[in-house]
């Protein structure tokens, strides 16, 4: 992307319904592509097109029911699962698949074609008020954990709606702001979750964003929505609008976008754009031919009509719920008190108004009314055994300071054999629509838990909260932290089942938790401001920022604690050229070295030991969840292809792969690197774009152009003056330098030894050698 084009470049595609769309008038066109209402396309009966229901997700159902349109709070009952910051954090592929094709199978016993999820948006700042909603900071996390869930949802037949694309990281403004970023950090952050679902999964929707990148709305942007989306990708499904996200209505069609929702009377406007001229009709045709696309895709299932879910069905996904809630949860610190044994406790004091009062999910769309819901104070009295559990709230949800709380909850403490201390974000502090303005604990929940460690030295703080907080100023003195995000209406029973060791802590961090707040590289631009938010850190985002300055961090990304131990073996890597150039497979053999049953998630980054550009110290590539009983191994192998090597150029506007060293690190997290292997790749062999402006060095490191200009420099020979020294190894090091970085066509200014008719020759030559590469 250098600018935006005003209209798309790319060819429009031949229909698939040219019959249908033949029949309809100019006005029921409009009316297709403008929405019926809140939560329903337009149909057309006459000429058999069905007005459908499409609902949030993404962690849930959210059909709205009654008389509220938009129905948050009071929608028709449905699973809660654990939304995308617990569940991105299982880092297990196969229990996003099965929680999404769970949701799509309540979504087909209420009649929903669509299901508007999953949120797959890269957690820029750990404020975004929307991050419970999100999988990570990671690109390559958030795009297997998108796939997987595309990939449930349309195993059952239901479309997903990937949201929201692209650029949208933060809430504030979110209508309006500008994201300003540049070409290599879209290209290489905030855009491969994105391509990755929709080049393996075909997504049925892609849901636009509110926001611009770059000054272009999200809805009205052909680059994105065509060219990018369909143009390079091959996206085939349809593109929606955020509720609310269209401007105008003539721009959007005209950019690509298939679908306003909710209407905001669009109609007339493009039957007049159309009538006008404005507006190619053949333009409005292909979005309808998206839209009947889309019915032919969901209407199997909506035409099965399931019956609505009985109890039995409920309950086998409330289980699902639990069992996946479990897998999510981090276990970011345990000095061994962790698992409880209910035999050897006496008295547990559970602490915290979270324990009796879950905060399972986050406000906004999102919000599922769930079908049941457990509490971690009535798991934990099931599970305890002979033990006695005392339970005080010991804060207010709302902040409000409450000392007769806390005298009676370090009264509770105090006799306690060990604490479970249920500290967390009120729901007030995190939703849509706004943003948080502190990483930090609520104030009254941190005085209470000094009070806490203060007369017991067993105090475990279990977390509940949708974006991270900082632990630094209170975690010393604690004896385990378990970092239960938001779990979803299982969450409390989940809870007790990983305090007592009845499931294994399967979690890892999806993002680094900084120290301070100060610390993450988006703070001196976030949320930014008069309309603008400039993305100024690049693609140092999250681990590639704090790894790459050696920041200190309370946890790294990709940590997480289990109730056993894990050893690797040497890693390898095998060429795997059936996949391409500068492919590889990693192979390593992990073995469970402790006493229990335990998942490990085997992660691979890989360095680029010198870069033309600068590069983040190393990226996660590939991951892969093993379980293990005791004293079992298994082989992980992590397949890595060409891309995993690449960067964008910015030069040459592609992704391009070096030649010379790679590093690929396998370990436990960023941080945690357990082996190491080299593997050099011959780069990828594609053409520089060479010309007068290009330095002297890049000349000599393109293959064709180092040819090029060699043959001009024998053939010159000592009238090639001061141009040999780039490629002499004899010259002096610092004048070779100089010249190695001179554009060849500033050359002509600083000797005669050269003309301005050869270096025209010299580009004429490099462009007809490489004409065939
Ligand atoms: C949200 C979307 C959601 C839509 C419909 C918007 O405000 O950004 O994620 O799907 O509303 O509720």
């Not at 094709?101 to 087909?108: C, G, L, M, P, Y």
């Not at 060791?501 to 707040?517: D, K, N, V, Y």
């Not at 964008?648 to 292997?677: K, L, P």
Request: charged share 20%; aromatic share 6%; proline share 7%.
């Amino acid at each position: 992307m250098t600018s935006v084009p005003a209209q798309p470049t790319t060819p429009r595609p031949a229909l698939a319904h040219p019959d249908v769309i033949g029949r309809l008038t100019l006005e029921q066109k409009a009316s297709l592509v403008s929405g019926a209402d809140f939560w329903h396309t337009q149909g057309v009966p006459d000429a058999g097109i069905p007005s459908v229901m499409v609902t949030d997700g993404p962690h849930g159902l959210r059909k709205a029911g009654g008389e509220d349109a938009i129905g948050i709070g009071s929608s028709n009952p449905a699973t809660c699962f654990p939304p995308a910051v617990a569940l991105a954090s299982s880092w297990d592929p196969d229990a996003v698949r099965r929680v999404g094709a769970a949701i799509a199978d309540e979504a087909r016993a209420e009649q929903v074609a669509v299901v508007l999820g999953p949120g797959i948006n890269i957690k820029r700042s750990p404020l975004c008020g929307r991050n419970f909603e999100y999988a990570s900071e990671d690109p390559f996390v958030a795009g297997a954990f998108g796939a997987a869930m595309v990939e449930g949802i349309q195993s059952r037949g239901v479309g997903s709606s990937l949201k929201h694309f692209a650029a949208n990281n933060q809430e504030t403004d979110r209508l309006r702001v500008s994201a300003d970023v540049d070409e290599r950090t879209l290209r290489e952050i905030y855009l491969p979750a994105f391509e990755h679902v929709v080049t393996t999964q075909q997504p049925t929707t892609v849901m636009c964003s509110y926001n611009k990148i770059n000054g272009t709305y999200s809805s009205q942007n052909p680059w994105l929505l065509t060219d990018l989306l369909r143009g390079e990708w091959g996206f085939e499904g349809l593109v929606v609008s955020d509720w609310g996200a269209v401007s105008d209505p003539v721009a959007a069609v005209a950019a690509g976008l298939d679908l306003e929702m909710p209407p905001s009377g669009g109609e007339p406007v493009i039957v007049a754009a159309v009538r006008e001229g404005r507006l190619d009709e053949a333009v409005l045709d292909v979005a309808v031919d998206r839209l009947l696309t889309l019915l032919d895709r969901t209407g199997p299932a909506l035409a099965a009509q399931d019956p609505a879910l009985d109890d039995a069905a409920y309950a086998a996904h409330h289980a699902l719920a639990r069992e996946v809630a479990a897998s999510c949860a981090v276990l970011l610190e345990n000095d061994g008190t962790l698992p409880l044994d209910p035999s050897g406790t006496e008295r547990i004091g559970v602490v915290g108004a979270f324990a009796s009062e879950p905060r399972y999910q986050g406000a906004g769309s999102s919000q599922v009314v769930p079908t049941r819901l457990d509490d971690a104070l009535t798991a934990i009295r099931a599970t305890a055994g002979e033990a006695r559990v005392d339970h005080a709230p010991g804060f207010r949800l709302d902040g409000t300071p409450d000392p007769a709380l806390a005298d009676e909850a370090v009264a509770v403490a105090r006799d306690a054999d060990v604490v479970l201390a249920f500290l967390g974000l009120p729901g007030a502090a995190e939703s849509e629509g706004y943003d948080r303005t502190t990483m930090s604990l609520p104030d009254d929940q941190l005085a209470l838990l000094e009070q806490l460690v203060g007369v017991n030295d067993k105090v475990v703080v279990v977390l509940s909260n949708g974006s991270a907080v900082t632990v630094t100023e209170w975690r010393d003195g604690t004896a385990a932290i378990l970092e239960g995000w938001l779990l979803g209406q299982a969450g409390g029973s989940a809870t007790a089942d990983l305090l007592f060791g009845l499931a294994s802590p399967g979690g890892r961090l999806t993002e680094a938790i900084p120290h301070h707040l100060e610390d993450t590289p988006s703070y001196l631009n976030f949320p930014g401001g008069d309309g603008h938010v400039l993305y100024g850190e690049g693609v140092h985002v999250g681990y590639r920022y704090y790894d790459t300055l050696h920041v200190p961090v309370a946890y790294p990304f990709g940590h997480g604690l289990t109730y056993t131990t894990f050893a690797y073996g040497e890693p390898t890597a095998v060429p795997a050229p059936d996949r391409g150039p500068n492919s590889w497979d990693v192979h390593v053999t992990v073995t469970n070295t402790g006493e229990r049953a335990g998942s490990e998630v085997v992660q691979v980054y890989v360095h680029d030991a010198a870069a033309r550009v600068p590069r983040p110290a190393h990226e996660l590539r590939g991951f892969r969840k093993v379980s293990l009983e005791p004293g079992a191994s298994d082989d992980a192998v992590i397949p890595l292809d060409a891309r995993a090597f690449a960067f964008w150029s910015v030069r040459d506007h592609r992704w391009e792969v070096e030649a010379g060293e790679f590093v690929i690190e396998v370990g436990a997290s960023s941080r945690d690197v357990r082996g190491r292997v080299t593997v050099t790749s011959e780069g990828d062999g594609a053409p520089h774009h060479l010309d007068a402006t290009s330095t002297i060095g890049e000349w000599l490191t393109d293959p064709v152009g180092a040819q090029v200009l060699g043959a001009a420099l024998a053939a010159a020979g000592e009238a090639a003056g001061p141009l040999a020294a780039a490629s002499d190894p004899g010259a002096d090091a610092g004048w070779a330098e100089m010249v190695r970085q001179m554009p060849i066509g500033k050359v002509v200014s600083f000797t005669d030894a050269v003309t301005r008719d050869q270096v025209e020759q010299l580009v004429a030559a490099y462009e007809a050698a490489s004409a065939g590469r």
